[in-house]
């Protein structure tokens, strides 16, 4: 009798030792699973400052939240930065340097290209203001495809030409924002698709 006491014990021990052993790991498991959903979940987001950059006031939000409103940011950022130009060798080289930032090789090809064709050095002789104005901008978000639609403005001392500007490329998602791309997007194969006049305003020159 005092024998088989001895044994229930044992494997009441056994068993409970058994259960003890299952349920922490499962506790451990559990609490893990959480903790990196958490972790997860943090990444994903970012804290933007109020207009007044008061930091207690700081909100959190879903970085994938609103991207399409980014893209569209950036991309119009882009293309303000490349074709809105003054007569001022400096500023033109300021307002390439910054638009290089938000775009791959494919940019500096038609930088490169519109260098050779001499096209700043007949802003700067003619004096030259380019202005841009965005008509729309068409975002494939599952493509990261986009469509750039806008007019540029050429003011001179003899006329006004309008032209239409509509350009085409892609977008790369970056890990890291920065001071030069806040938007932590690269343009990617961009080209232009249009750009010719549509309308020539000749002034009078007394």
């Known amino acids: 009798m005092i024998i088989k006491n001895i044994e229930a ?3 009441l021990a056994t068993f409970l030792s058994g259960a003890s052993f299952v349920l922490s790991a499962l506790i451990s498991f559990i609490v893990s699973y959480y903790a990196y959903k958490q972790v997860s979940q943090a990444r994903k987001t970012l804290y933007v ?6 930091p207690l006031l700081a909100r959190q939000s879903d ?3 609103n991207r399409a409103a980014e893209y569209r ?4 950022l882009f293309h303000s930065l490349f074709f809105s130009l003054t ?4 500023y033109i080289e300021y307002q390439m340097k910054r638009a290089m930032y938000l775009v791959d090789e494919s940019g500096a090809l038609q930088y490169n290209n519109l260098k050779e064709k001499g096209f700043f ?7 030259a203001v380019l202005t841009l104005q965005t008509d729309s901008i068409y975002i494939d978000e599952a493509r990261k495809y986009f469509r750039y639609f806008g007019k540029q403005k050429i003011d001179r001392r003899s006329s006004t030409i309008i032209r239409s500007l509509i350009t085409e490329g892609y977008l790369k998602d970056l890990d890291i924002r920065s001071d030069n791309n806040p938007h932590a ?7 232009t698709i249009e750009n010719k006049d549509i309308e020539n305003i000749q002034k009078n020159n007394f």
Not at 87 to 90: A, V
Not at 185 to 191: A, G, H, L, P
């Open 185 to 191: 997007v690269m343009i990617t194969r961009w080209k």
């Open 9 to 11: 014990k044992v494997r």
């Open 87 to 90: 007569p001022d060798d400096k």
């Open 49 to 54: 400052l109020d207009a007044n950059s008061v």
């Open 63 to 65: 970085v994938k939240l």
């Open 73 to 76: 940011s950036h991309v119009n």
């Open 121 to 127: 050095n007949s802003v700067l002789s003619s004096s």
